[in-house]
């Protein structure tokens, strides 16, 4: 057991002990455990549960981690061993593996992210466990033959952390409130004390003289202590826990001088009022609290908006195929309702959980679990959101409606996740650790200029610099700006993983294209077959094998043999991607594919087919596909080449190479017949020489080139072939718009740096008052978070303003 030494303080018989674990106070009783004194069993237990597994590092993060257990019963849990109830709480259930989300209202510190994301130290079977802070969830996963959910639910209440389920709500968006119940409350508590401080000071506010008596301001001068003592303790907390965390780890955070301008306002007004030197600064005080978390209030109601409308009111623009009432048709996510019956073709996503009613499946779990080994299931059985089908169609009925907000939490997974930094983010991070130990300073020198000259000037001087420096723009501008780009475009069709991705588009060099799929546009394409007469029969047979494969020249070849026989059912259905696709339909053998996967001869060989056709073996056909290109591929070649190295990189043979080699500086960058694995060399070769790749494909034979580069963005058109390797996916019919998208985003990040312009103008400008005494502290802290309320509002109006003319063209 790790040996802690408790922190030796030197108290007053009369005061209370304090708790080790929570830091309250022992009023009821005094529990002696292993040299250290706690409130109620609860803190003990936590304690003792933590220090057997070594995790006492708990305290030493913040020493007010703790969350009281005083006067709590265990809760009964009894109905999670429901399987129906667990069945709906559960994200994810293969074999013994399960995840599930939990939102946990008392998270609100370092100590609390440490814990929670160490909970498989303290029970066996739990495998992972991921903190989102700002949403306060927890993502778990865990084994189900060592501990299964109630048990998970009841250790997580043992340690403090209750989940809060409402098993009503689990279908809605989103059951958690926009704010949370505390902000409310300090908000309340902080406007209560400065309206009745501000009423108690108002013969001051008039120059009133209070003649001989001066009773009544001694007494109204304590009144307006104890209405600022909740103020200070309770509604100031959070900058004083934010601070104080970052102070014991040896670093400046942005609310070190904001508590720093608190301590010395609150400690002068004590000052004065006790030694009736003069009526201190109570209502500032409480002012400046107030108006920091009207301003906090704010900044959390715009970025639910902007989050809220991306994560479920945009969905991904990818597309499943709907079999209703004996047709089919493709539908966008947003159209999926429970009982829908979808069909999924080799290497296509499950939108939703949902019940396998046809074919074998064989899913592969890597975007959900990480183990790409598919897992087979048979008709009846029960598959999950996320996972892929890798073999013949299926037929999936939907259990659930798509969550968009769980398919875009999977793919910011840090298992798809770039290394690194942007230069944006790089920027905020130096202005965000120097710009507070130069208000720091400035306060200092300001206090030590002023001092000798006038005391009370100089603490309203030292105080009015440390509150009226905002640090805003570096806090607020990425989040906020960025955050409504990335709404923007998913409003508009193109769907990307977060605000990096729009950093990184403002830095690219280079450029690399697929060709079938992206830039051609698959269901315009002209395509006629080769080689012999063949039967009904035999054209349903290659038409059926067709059908199990997403890649367009697939799906191309299987619209062109569309006719109103059903097609046959497929066995040991087998896809190499990059090459083609095999199976045994009614007791025939076919194959789809390249002139290389079919071993056609040269003499066979056509130049011009890209797709062969072999039954039991014999070269049957060929198909010649005329390229149509996209809408707008001109436009979009040209604003490339002007501002970027471009390359194509394409798994079919030269025989476009003609109709293209103009559109590219030179001859050589364009190179035909790629593997993947040859795709994804070229990108790494790129990036060694230095440049900043995107690299557009389909997803479909280019997965690895799109993860390795440093933006990857995949084109949709109709299909659902969404890769969690991708840091974006736009939809096919605003292929156009791309140097529009690029170019808003090179405006956003400008849009950036003008916040910072704004902010350094500000703070100039206050500083300059505050620092001659000319700013008092309560006009200090009203500019303050109206300082970071425009901000907000420049980031998100400005960046709205210039998406919507931005777009239109």
């Not at 849990?77 to 008392?106: C, H, I, M, R, S």
């Not at 989102?132 to 993502?139: G, P, V």
């Amino acid at each position: 057991m790790a040996e802690i030494t408790a922190p030796s303080t030197s108290r007053k018989e009369s005061e209370p002990v304090q708790c080790y674990h929570c830091n309250e106070p022992c009023l009821d009783e005094t529990i002696h455990f292993d040299d250290k004194d706690f409130c109620c069993q609860g803190c003990k237990m936590v304690y003792t549960i933590l220090s057997e597994n070594d995790m006492c590092t708990y305290y030493e993060i913040d020493e007010n981690a703790g969350i009281s257990l005083k006067g709590k019963r265990q809760q009964q849990y009894a109905f999670l061993d429901e399987e129906g109830v667990a069945e709906k709480l559960l994200d994810f259930k293969e074999g013994n593996t399960a995840k599930v989300t939990f939102y946990l209202p008392q998270i609100h510190c370092a100590s609390c992210i440490w814990l929670l994301e160490n909970l498989y130290k303290l029970r066996e079977g739990i495998l992972h466990s991921k903190v989102n802070f700002m949403k306060k969830e927890i993502y778990l996963t865990f084994e189900t033959d060592k501990i299964n959910l109630r048990q998970v639910v009841e250790l997580l209440d043992s340690i403090g952390y209750e989940p809060a389920i409402n098993l009503q709500s689990l279908d809605d968006a989103d059951d958690k409130p926009v704010i949370q119940k505390t902000l409310y409350y300090q908000l309340g508590i902080a406007g209560f004390a400065f309206g009745n401080i501000m009423l108690m000071s108002f013969p001051e506010y008039l120059g009133l003289e209070r003649g001989g008596d001066s009773s009544f301001q001694v007494i109204f001068g304590y009144l307006n202590i104890a209405l600022s003592l909740p103020v200070l303790l309770y509604s100031g907390r959070d900058y004083f826990i934010s601070a104080w965390g970052t102070l014991r780890h040896g670093y400046l955070n942005l609310d070190v001088p904001i508590a720093l301008g608190m301590v010395a306002l609150f400690s002068r007004s004590i000052f004065e009022i006790i030694t009736q030197t003069g009526s201190g600064y109570l209502d500032s005080f409480a002012g400046l609290i107030f108006f920091l978390l009207i301003g906090k209030w704010f900044q959390q109601r715009t970025y639910h908006h902007v989050s809220f409308e991306r994560n479920y009111k945009s969905y991904f623009p990818i597309a499943a195929t709907l079999r209703k009432e004996g047709t089919t048709k493709t539908v966008s996510l947003d159209q999926l309702e429970i009982n829908d019956t979808v069909i999924l073709r080799h290497g296509e996503l499950i939108p939703a959980d949902g019940y396998l009613i046809k074919g074998k499946a064989k899913i592969d779990y890597s975007f959900v679990t990480g183990e790409s080994e598919p897992v087979e299931k048979m008709a009846g059985e029960k598959v999950f959101a996320g996972g892929r089908q890798m073999g013949e169609t299926i037929e999936v009925t939907l259990a659930k409606k798509v969550s968009q907000s769980y398919l875009t939490q999977l793919w910011n997974d840090e298992a798809f996740q770039q290394a690194g930094e942007s230069s944006t983010s790089k920027l905020a991070d130096l202005i965000g650790r120097r710009f507070t130990l130069v208000v720091l300073t400035v306060a200092a020198v300001t206090l030590a200029y002023w001092y000798p000259k006038d005391p009370g000037l100089a603490f309203n001087a030292f105080t009015a610099v440390l509150i009226v420096a905002c640090p805003c723009a570096v806090a607020l501008s990425i989040p906020f700006t960025l955050g409504n780009i990335i709404r923007i475009f998913a409003k508009n069709g193109f769907y990307v993983k977060n605000t990096r991705v729009v950093e990184e588009l403002n830095d690219l060099t280079a450029v690399v294209l697929d060709k079938t799929g992206t830039l051609t546009n698959a269901l315009q394409s002209g395509i006629e077959r080769t080689g012999k007469n063949l039967s009904d029969r035999q054209l349903n047979l290659i038409r059926s094998l067709a059908l199990q494969s997403n890649h367009p020249l697939s799906r191309q070849v299987a619209a062109f043999l569309e006719e109103g026989t059903a097609p046959f059912e497929v066995d040991s259905f087998k896809e190499e991607v990059g090459k083609g696709l095999e199976g045994w339909i009614d007791g025939t053998h076919v194959k789809l594919g390249s002139a290389d996967y079919l071993s056609v001869s040269n003499e066979e060989n056509n130049k011009n087919v890209k797709v062969w056709t072999s039954i039991n073996g014999t070269i049957v056909a060929g198909f010649i596909f005329h390229n149509q290109y996209r809408s707008g591929f001109q436009r979009v070649m040209d604003y490339f080449n002007s501002l970027y190295k471009t390359y194509l990189l394409s798994g079919d043979n030269d025989a476009s190479r003609a109709e293209l080699e103009h559109l590219f500086s030179s001859k050589d960058n364009l190179r035909f017949e790629q593997s993947p694995q040859d795709k994804l060399g070229f990108i790494r070769s790129l990036q060694d020489q230095g440049e900043k790749v995107m690299m557009l494909g389909d997803g479909l034979n280019d997965a690895g080139a799109l993860r390795k580069a440093d933006v990857g963005l995949v084109i949709t058109e109709n299909t659902n072939n969404f890769t969690p390797a991708s840091d974006g996916i736009m939809d096919a019919s605003k292929f156009k718009l791309l140097p529009n998208f690029i170019q808003l985003s090179k405006k956003s990040i400008q849009l950036v740096h003008w916040a910072y312009a704004l902010a350094f103008i500000y703070n100039i400008i206050g500083l300059s008052y505050a620092v001659t005494g000319s700013l008092s502290p309560v006009i200090a802290a009203i500019l303050m978070p109206t300082s970071s309320v425009t901000i907000v509002l420049f980031g998100v109006g400005m960046s709205s303003w210039l998406g919507k003319i931005g777009l239109e063209k």
